[in-house]
């Protein structure tokens, strides 16, 4: 948009704003989002750019008001401009797209080949009964356009591997890893590495988690699985073995959406050169340190 179109719609974004007063009874200047559905209608642009157009004024998306404080404005703004690719869109990328979305990540892109079935209504936060036999992909974008409008959204329905990975990686802040294999981990983790681009790994089986945040410099999945064809097929994993009741890529979605904010806002201290791993039942979580390996 040129720069004339812009600060013309920075005005009618002001001119659509309203002062309210917050729960903590601060003065804050809003935008609703009808009031942003208009913006965008009338420059025939995106919700997310209003949103983003609105952040820079130093104008909140009503949607983000409960963000504020803990995300300031000028990091909401950043979120915006955020690109965040998901490779897996079951029961880890399901709840980490969810979160994502809702703390307002810019763009998401979507990586999955799959279609929901009844073995993923357990756990897999973007399933439902009239979604089953559809692409997990199609889902993900239908749900998530409803969550929150302000989101530009690009879906991969294709399994990744060695010739598509940095294609569809190409030009992301984070990659989140929501998959249920080790050699597409170590696919992934290759690519990321090639593009320079931070990749936060999360796995489950049982009622354990466990999460690592791997920069392109690190050794990432050696550490943790050895090689990249490791020793187990499929019905031997963990996942395959013990199950995933709901509860598990709950919480470790959780924490790699949470990887992902700090990573993106410079917040915090990501689970580097470490890996958390979590027991929901006895309710202990540890960090093993790889510092030196």
């Known amino acids: 948009m040129r720069k ?56 909140c998306p009503y949607r983000y008001l409960r963000n504020r404080e803990t995300i300031s404005v000028p990091e909401q703004y950043h979120l915006v401009k955020s690109r965040v690719v998901v490779v897996g869109s079951g029961g880890l990328g399901g709840p980490a797209l969810l979160l994502l979305a809702r703390m307002g990540i810019g763009y998401l892109v979507v990586v999955d080949p799959d279609r929901f079935d009844e073995t993923n209504l357990n756990r897999q936060a973007l399933s439902s009964g009239p979604d089953l036999g559809q692409p997990k992909c199609e889902v993900a974008a239908r749900v998530l356009e409803n969550v929150n409008p302000g989101v530009d959204l690009l879906v991969h329905p294709v399994r990744i591997d060695d010739t598509n990975a940095e294609d569809i990686l190409a030009g992301s802040d984070v990659i989140v890893d929501a998959l249920d294999n080790v050699p597409d981990r170590f696919r992934v983790q290759a690519a990321a590495r090639s593009l320079k681009i931070p990749l936060v790994h999360g796995a489950v ?25 490791g020793k187990r097929n499929r019905k031997e994993s963990p996942e395959a073995v013990l199950g995933v009741p709901a509860v598990t890529p709950s919480l470790v979605a959780t924490l790699q959406a949470m990887e992902v904010i700090k990573i993106l806002l410079g917040r915090g201290k990501p689970f580097r050169n470490s890996m958390v791993h979590v027991d929901m039942e006895t309710g202990e979580m540890n960090r093993f340190s790889f510092e030196g390996n």
């Open 4 to 59: 004339r179109g812009v600060k013309t719609m920075k005005k009618w974004i002001l001119d659509r704003s309203k002062i309210i007063h917050d729960t903590a009874g601060r003065e804050v200047r809003i935008l609703e989002d009808a009031s942003a559905f208009l913006v965008a209608a009338h420059f025939d642009c995106s919700v997310r750019a209003v949103y983003e157009a609105s952040l820079n004024a130093g104008i």
């Open 205 to 229: 089986a049982g009622f354990e988690g466990q999460l690592m945040t791997i920069f392109p410099e690190d050794r990432g999945f050696s550490l943790l699985y050895g090689t990249r064809d």
